[in-house]
């Protein structure tokens, strides 16, 4: 294969590939007080894909940031290209920058531009290239990403993977040497996750690129890494290929790999599902709990989308039911059904023993004052102290006031581990502690049935693991009715008592976690075992 040449800086020769592309030698660095790198040491191989793990704040981005000279360190070493960064001046930086790329979690697409536009945006705007020129190369790499029909596309029309795929195509439409890649699949379902890892395999061979990979899906890592490594205490503190990682026997790592490893990690020597031998043959059970909502030959269209078709499916009360599919398979659909806030185009939908479609305004208000809702980003309010998120619900819905509230707030903040923070701001808080006072706040009402919409997504797997747990607690604590939208097989086999999965709008499987470990239907051990 001939050398590729840097488009923006086509005179550079590439980096020898038995040269370390990369150095971080005793590197430190603080914000304040705070501590986030501590002695770290790493070497990132050319040509080769180098995974970076460790618990949410550990550092990561942080180091990222480092690797393409955008945050300096206190003290300490990087080196890039072998050019040590903080003695180089920021144009000689920028000049190395041009050489490296990356993919940011959030895609970064600028939403008025097409996809071609998008892609081909760092060419437009560093070279004298010419749009047909430019417009030829985009066309290849859509090929390559199997996005062909996407060119003329906006991103509002795109899917997350897809928008995935736009990411990579414009990082590395300039050939560049090295690729930066911060947590490229979070918020897929193992099967994008599958096709994405596939994907930056590919490029990574036909760009001939170093790739640098932010990650906490350890299914995603394995596939991926020659070399992985553990962030924690502002140390690698273990470095190297996946299964010796894996076997380390440091505690921090320990702990971080007691929380990861998922279903899609489960399959046995010769590519069984590990679980299938306890497994039963596949006849699913019927709830034996009664259910707390029945939906019954749903269907539901959006014009000449039809999302959801012929649905029937029962939500057992005082369980936890997920519900799992792809993006795009009509989960969050389903469960906006559940809780009344859409019609359905045919079939019945009734949650608590009441037909929604026999209801008026007010008794629509008061059956959903019976669901409480916790979102992704527990959705709070920065300008309200924790003790007033929690009572937001009874001050604005019910209009309860003084003592009252407060006897409320203190008894649940108390039942969620959330009253030594009453006092404390959202942005002073951490990740766990937001989806705590999110949960408080949600139950403040006493619902019956509590949604949680794609909880764990964007978590490392020790934290990942506590909010699993808070998601249990809850659950047996208050006594209630629990619907989990979920991507994760982690989460997902390590909290349901029943699971319900979504494909192309159609219920292909519903039953206990051993009943569907044991499903003989394709679409259904794909899923849950994705990549193995």
């Given at each position: 294969?001939?050398?590729?040449?840097?488009?923006?800086?086509?005179?550079?020769?590439?980096?020898?590939?038995?040269?370390p592309v990369i150095e971080l030698i005793d590197v430190h660095k603080a914000f304040g007080a705070d501590v986030v790198l501590d002695g770290l040491s790493l070497t990132v191989e050319t040509g080769k894909t180098t995974v970076v793990a460790g618990q949410s704040g550990s550092?990561?981005?942080?180091?990222?940031?480092?690797?393409?000279?955008?945050?300096?360190?206190?003290?300490?070493?990087?080196?890039?290209?072998?050019?040590?960064?903080?003695?180089?001046?920021?144009?000689?930086?920028?000049?190395?920058?041009?050489?490296?790329?990356?993919?940011?979690?959030?895609?970064?697409?600028?939403?008025?531009?097409?996809?071609?536009?998008?892609?081909?945006?760092?060419?437009?705007?560093?070279?004298?290239?010419?749009?047909?020129?430019?417009?030829?190369?985009?066309?290849?790499?859509?090929?390559?990403?199997?996005?062909?029909?996407?060119?003329?596309?906006?991103?509002?029309?795109?899917?997350?993977?897809?928008?995935?795929?736009?990411?990579?195509?414009?990082?590395?439409?300039?050939?560049?040497?090295?690729?930066?890649?911060?947590?490229?699949?979070?918020?897929?379902?193992?099967?994008?996750?599958?096709?994405?890892?596939?994907?930056?395999?590919?490029?990574?061979?036909?760009?001939?690129?170093?790739?640098?990979?932010?990650?906490?899906?350890?299914?995603?890592?394995?596939?991926?890494?020659?070399?992985?490594?553990?962030?924690?205490?502002?140390?690698?503190?273990?470095?190297?290929?996946?299964?010796?990682?894996?076997?380390?026997?440091?505690?921090?790592?320990?702990?971080?790999?007691?929380?990861?490893?998922?279903?899609?990690?489960?399959?046995?020597?010769?590519?069984?599902?590990?679980?299938?031998?306890?497994?039963?043959?596949?006849?699913?059970?019927?709830?034996?709990?009664?259910?707390?909502?029945?939906?019954?030959?749903?269907?539901?269209?959006?014009?000449?989308?039809?999302?959801?078709?012929?649905?029937?499916?029962?939500?057992?009360e005082h369980k936890i039911t997920v519900v799992i599919g792809g993006s795009g398979s009509g989960k969050s659909v389903l469960i906006k059904h559940i809780i009344g806030l859409l019609d359905p185009t045919a079939g019945v939908v009734e949650t608590l023993g009441q037909d929604?479609?026999?209801?008026?305004?007010?008794?629509?208000?008061?059956?959903?004052?019976?669901?409480?809702m916790l979102f992704q980003g527990a959705a709070l309010f920065d300008s309200m102290t924790v003790g007033e998120n929690i009572a937001f619900p009874l001050t604005e819905g019910q209009r309860l006031r003084g003592k009252q509230v407060r006897e409320r707030v203190a008894e649940?903040?108390?039942?969620?581990?959330?009253?030594?923070?009453?006092?404390?701001?959202?942005?002073?808080?951490?990740?766990?502690?937001?989806?705590?006072?999110?949960?408080?706040?949600?139950?403040?009402?006493?619902?019956?049935?509590?949604?949680?919409?794609?909880?764990?997504?964007?978590?490392?797997?020790?934290?990942?693991?506590?909010?699993?747990?808070?998601?249990?607690?809850?659950?047996?604590?208050?006594?209630?009715?629990?619907?989990?939208?979920?991507?994760?097989?982690?989460?997902?086999?390590?909290?349901?008592?029943?699971?319900?999965?979504?494909?192309?709008?159609?219920?292909?499987?519903?039953?206990?976690?051993?009943?569907?470990?044991?499903?003989?239907?394709?679409?259904?051990?794909?899923?849950?075992?994705?990549?193995?």
């Amino acid at each position: 294969m001939a050398e590729r040449r840097n488009l923006l800086l086509p005179d550079t020769a590439r980096w020898p590939a038995d040269t370390p592309v990369i150095e971080l030698i005793d590197v430190h660095k603080a914000f304040g007080a705070d501590v986030v790198l501590d002695g770290l040491s790493l070497t990132v191989e050319t040509g080769k894909t180098t995974v970076v793990a460790g618990q949410s704040g550990s550092g990561k981005s942080v180091l990222l940031r480092m690797m393409n000279g955008l945050t300096l360190p206190d003290r300490g070493t990087v080196k890039l290209f072998g050019r040590d960064l903080a003695r180089i001046s920021e144009r000689e930086r920028t000049a190395l920058r041009k050489r490296v790329t990356m993919v940011f979690q959030n895609y970064a697409l600028i939403d008025s531009m097409t996809v071609a536009e998008n892609i081909g945006f760092p060419l437009m705007q560093n070279t004298r290239m010419k749009r047909p020129d430019i417009d030829k190369l985009v066309r290849e790499l859509l090929e390559l990403l199997e996005l062909p029909h996407a060119f003329d596309r906006m991103p509002s029309e795109l899917s997350g993977g897809m928008k995935k795929r736009v990411a990579l195509a414009r990082a590395v439409i300039t050939n560049p040497e090295v690729v930066l890649f911060d947590e490229p699949t979070t918020g897929l379902d193992p099967v994008m996750i599958e096709f994405v890892d596939n994907l930056i395999i590919r490029t990574q061979r036909e760009f001939a690129i170093t790739s640098v990979i932010i990650s906490h899906d350890m299914a995603s890592n394995r596939r991926l890494a020659d070399t992985m490594a553990v962030l924690a205490d502002g140390q690698i503190v273990t470095s190297g290929p996946f299964r010796q990682v894996m076997a380390s026997e440091h505690p921090k790592v320990r702990a971080f790999v007691a929380s990861a490893v998922t279903e899609r990690m489960g399959r046995a020597e010769g590519g069984t599902p590990a679980a299938e031998a306890q497994a039963p043959a596949w006849q699913p059970a019927p709830d034996p709990a009664p259910p707390v909502a029945r939906v019954t030959g749903l269907h539901k269209r959006f014009a000449d989308n039809h999302v959801l078709k012929g649905i029937d499916l029962t939500i057992p009360e005082h369980k936890i039911t997920v519900v799992i599919g792809g993006s795009g398979s009509g989960k969050s659909v389903l469960i906006k059904h559940i809780i009344g806030l859409l019609d359905p185009t045919a079939g019945v939908v009734e949650t608590l023993g009441q037909d929604w479609a026999k209801l008026d305004g007010r008794e629509k208000q008061a059956l959903r004052g019976q669901i409480g809702m916790l979102f992704q980003g527990a959705a709070l309010f920065d300008s309200m102290t924790v003790g007033e998120n929690i009572a937001f619900p009874l001050t604005e819905g019910q209009r309860l006031r003084g003592k009252q509230v407060r006897e409320r707030v203190a008894e649940i903040a108390e039942q969620t581990s959330v009253q030594g923070i009453l006092d404390r701001f959202p942005a002073g808080i951490s990740n766990g502690e937001r989806k705590r006072v999110g949960l408080a706040r949600a139950l403040i009402t006493r619902p019956k049935i509590m949604v949680y919409d794609e909880p764990t997504t964007g978590q490392d797997p020790i934290m990942m693991q506590r909010v699993d747990d808070m998601i249990v607690e809850a659950s047996q604590t208050f006594d209630i009715t629990s619907i989990v939208i979920s991507h994760d097989m982690l989460s997902t086999f390590r909290i349901a008592d029943k699971i319900a999965m979504i494909h192309k709008g159609e219920l292909v499987a519903a039953g206990t976690p051993d009943e569907l470990r044991a499903c003989p239907d394709e679409r259904v051990q794909a899923f849950i075992y994705a990549g193995d």
